[in-house]
């Protein structure tokens, strides 16, 4: 199958290439780096011994954090990413501890051209964007390769139950397999038919589990707040009515958006300002307040989940697979999501049995424990508490990640 999409990929060089123009007309890629898809780099080469990190969007890279701030020292940390987001959140905030780069696209000159001249000593693959001919040259070259964080959600794993010598193929170039979780690791190891280790959620690596954890409700404002975090499209029509309910009941209650795609901020406003709610973007210079803030920027979910009481959290009704509810908990908020939890549901599993969150299956449901909550400071409290309790919890296990890494790095022949 491989030896297939190997020269389906070399057939469709000149197609892929226009792709690559249409992507830099659209501004999905960065003009003046386009050609690192090909895998060109006009980088200078670093002295020092090469760790290449794979992290295809933000979310996969910032649960890099741990690996990059514990070897950059040592090592030359290469980062590849796929996104041109990625790529801006990379260079922004780790730009003095690393080299990035684009991933090249998978075509076997491209990848070929990239590997020969960076020449990794370690591959550390983090989550599932696994490409054929990029594992085939990892091992065929003999590289040292570790896959981190891999998920499978439900859908991706019925689809590669019909193709299993495939996903076997891909994934043996690596020696170390790490899942994302107890239920993602017994779905990979069904397919990949070897060992597959867990050793806790990578993402859940470098939460910051504060001192003054306890004190956020004084750091909150007085006003009570709800927060949709890390919506998907249509999650934001779907709760609007119940939005719409509350503003009306609640005078002095504060909405805070923050979609998981930032470029749909423009689209969320006009939904909501066609139902004649007072809305704002994030960097609008316009300074009335608003009853409703969209934010539309990268990397600051902190700050406000800071400023919130209870937070939704979204791609949970939309078949997404949820997002991490451990920095909202951690952050004091009571956590809430909708039925859609797989990519997550160890840790759901684990605070809705110690009722640190709330699962709704519907959004009616949703609508009547939100006003519950809100009329209710005492609960509200309790459910701050046990939220807290159980992001405290020890949720990966770093010195297994460590020995691991630096035992394919000092030994040559393992």
Not at 41 to 48: L, N
Not at 122 to 142: F, M, R
Request: overall charge positive; charged content about 25%.
């Amino acid at each position: 199958m491989i030896f297939f999409y190997k020269y389906l990929g070399i057939l469709l060089i000149p197609f892929i290439k226009l792709n690559v123009i249409k992507r830099v007309i659209k501004g999905k890629e960065i003009k003046n780096r386009f050609k690192e898809r090909y895998g060109i780099t006009y980088q200078k080469k670093p002295q020092r011994d090469v760790i290449w990190i794979h992290a295809a969007s933000i979310g996969e890279f910032k649960s890099a954090d741990l690996i990059i701030n514990s070897h950059f020292k040592k090592y030359s940390i290469l980062v590849t990413t796929t996104t041109v987001s990625a790529a801006n959140y990379a260079l922004k905030h780790y730009g003095d501890k690393i080299i990035h780069q684009f991933a090249p696209l998978d075509v076997i000159f491209w990848v070929e051209k990239f590997l020969s001249y960076w020449n990794p000593k370690l591959v550390i693959w983090i989550e599932s964007d696994l490409w054929p001919i990029t594992t085939k040259l990892i091992k065929q070259k003999k590289i040292k390769a570790i896959l981190l964080n891999v998920r499978m959600s439900p859908q991706s794993f019925n689809k590669w139950k019909k193709f299993k010598f495939f996903y076997r193929q891909m994934t043996d170039c690596f020696s170390e397999i790490f899942a994302q979780s107890q239920i993602d690791k017994n779905r990979i190891q069904q397919l990949a038919q070897r060992e597959i280790k867990f050793i806790g959620n990578l993402k859940l690596s470098s939460i910051n589990n504060h001192n003054d954890v306890l004190n956020h409700k004084l750091m909150k404002q007085r006003k009570p707040s709800f927060m949709l975090a890390s919506t998907h499209e249509d999650e934001e029509y779907k709760i609007l009515p119940v939005i719409k309910k509350l503003l009306s009941e609640m005078k002095d209650l504060k909405i805070i958006i923050a979609p998981r795609h930032p470029e749909r901020s423009n689209t969320i406003l006009s939904l909501f300002e066609k139902n004649h709610l007072s809305v704002k973007i994030e960097d609008n210079q316009d300074n009335n307040q608003k009853d409703i803030l969209i934010v539309n920027s990268f990397g600051n979910l902190s700050k406000y989940f800071r400023q919130s009481d209870i937070v939704f959290l979204g791609g949970s009704f939309v078949v997404k697979g949820g997002h991490n509810p451990i920095e909202p908990a951690i952050n004091s908020c009571v956590i809430m999501t909708g039925p859609y939890i797989y990519n997550w549901q160890n840790i759901y599993d684990d605070m809705l049995k110690n009722k640190a969150c709330l699962k709704f299956n519907n959004v009616s449901d949703l609508e009547k424990n939100l006003r519950n909550i809100l009329n209710n400071n005492e609960l509200m409290e309790i459910m701050k508490v046990n939220a807290i309790s159980a992001a405290q919890k020890k949720y990966f296990d770093h010195k297994k990640l460590f020995d691991t890494i630096n035992n394919k790095l000092e030994n040559v022949n393992c």
